[in-house]
């Protein structure tokens, strides 16, 4: 989230705020660390609705009761490539990056691996735990559940899938890693909050109201929460969008024995959101070194592809993050007024120190 009206903040700076917030919520403190690494890494990829503006939301299920701050994660079910993780009830990310951890070091053991977790919540963005993998030299498969249905299915009226986020990483050797971070809706539950903030409308296609006619204010839309399939209509594809959201709430609900979101209803209490996670080690299939050689091959292709515009470079998946990241950590964060505001008044509410006056002045 760019423009005149934001403020930029240093990443440390927003990370001490999310973190004293957390902590006066009475939040773990080992539960604190990764959720909030996870949030920063979010808006310095620029993937603004999944950092900061989730503060709001994770506030809303604290105070209905259905987050737990001091959640027992464990594994409770385990072979040599498989892992079970229990979230006990909290936000995914804590549970999450531990799940993808026991992913990598069981793929770089065995060469494959794959870890599902349970009674879990929101984690963030997808991408950050495939890009984990990638990190350490390996492909990473990152898919969840969320707790609302929000998808309608292609030529349905109710909604019956959550949007659904997948994501798939690869490291390559000169270039930066593929890193594909997508939701199974056409677009993202969040960039509703970012555009309602803004003032702007959403373009049609992107939401429903409750006789399936397009909607284009972000905040009617929010208020139905009804979401095209990616591809929008049976004509432009969203039959595949539809079956893309089936398939991660498989892998992310069924498989895991999460909650399903087309049958919870609202049930009281925490949400039971699933995850699913796995790795591929590459030297399993080709000799070290090949793959990444390979991949860059591939990478180089797809940027020197003929351009439609010339202004216009050819990009590939992650480019937009990486160039995000690199700009954000050097030059501070932006949030919008509102953001700033919401962090104030969660520190006011919960007993937190209000850390960014500083930060605002001075920008």
């Not at 986020?165 to 909050?193: C, E, H, Q, W, Y």
């Not at 905040?219 to 959201?245: S, V």
């Not at 949400?271 to 399993?284: E, L, N, Q, S």
């Not at 292709?301 to 010339?310: F, I, N, T």
């Amino acid at each position: 989230m760019t423009g005149t009206n934001t403020v930029r903040i240093p990443e440390n700076a927003v990370a001490a705020q999310l973190a004293a917030i957390f902590a006066a919520w009475g939040m773990a403190a080992d539960v604190i660390e990764p959720t909030v690494r996870v949030m920063v890494e979010a808006d310095l990829r620029g993937i603004d609705s999944h950092g900061v503006t989730m503060m709001d939301v994770y506030d809303t299920l604290r105070r209905d009761g259905r987050l737990n701050l001091r959640p027992d994660i464990r594994v409770v079910r385990e072979t040599p490539v498989t892992a079970v993780v229990d979230g006990g009830g909290g936000l995914g990310h804590a549970p999450s990056v531990l799940a993808m951890e026991m992913a990598i070091a069981k793929g770089r053991s065995a060469g494959l691996a794959a870890v599902t977790v349970r009674n879990s919540n929101h984690y963030g963005a997808a991408g950050i735990y495939a890009s984990m993998a990638a990190e350490a030299g390996l492909i990473g498969i990152s898919t969840s559940a969320v707790h609302k249905a929000a998808i309608v299915p292609t030529f349905g009226t109710r909604a019956m899938f959550g949007t659904n986020p997948l994501a798939f990483a690869a490291p390559a050797s000169a270039n930066r890693p593929f890193v594909l971070d997508m939701a199974t809706s056409t677009a993202a539950i969040g960039k509703l909050r970012l555009a309602a903030m803004a003032g702007k409308p959403v373009p049609e296609g992107w939401a429903l109201d409750e006789a399936g006619r397009p909607v284009t204010d972000p905040r009617e839309a929010l208020a139905h929460r009804l979401m095209t399939p990616l591809g929008g209509t049976r004509e432009m594809g969203g039959h595949k969008g539809y079956g893309l959201a089936a398939m991660v709430e498989i892998l992310s609900s069924v498989l895991s024995g999460g909650s399903i979101a087309a049958l919870r209803g609202e049930a009281p209490g925490a949400y039971g959101v699933g995850h699913f996670f796995m790795t591929i080690d590459p030297k399993a299939f080709r000799d070290e070194g090949e793959f990444e050689t390979d991949l860059d091959g591939l990478i180089d292709a797809l940027h020197g592809c003929p351009r439609a515009d010339p202004g216009q470079p050819v990009l590939v998946h992650g480019d937009p993050e990486a160039d995000s990241r690199a700009d954000r950590r050097a030059n501070g964060i932006p949030l919008h007024p509102d953001q700033v505001g919401l962090l104030r008044r969660l520190a006011r509410d919960g007993g937190a120190a209000f850390l960014l006056e500083a930060e605002e002045e001075g920008a």
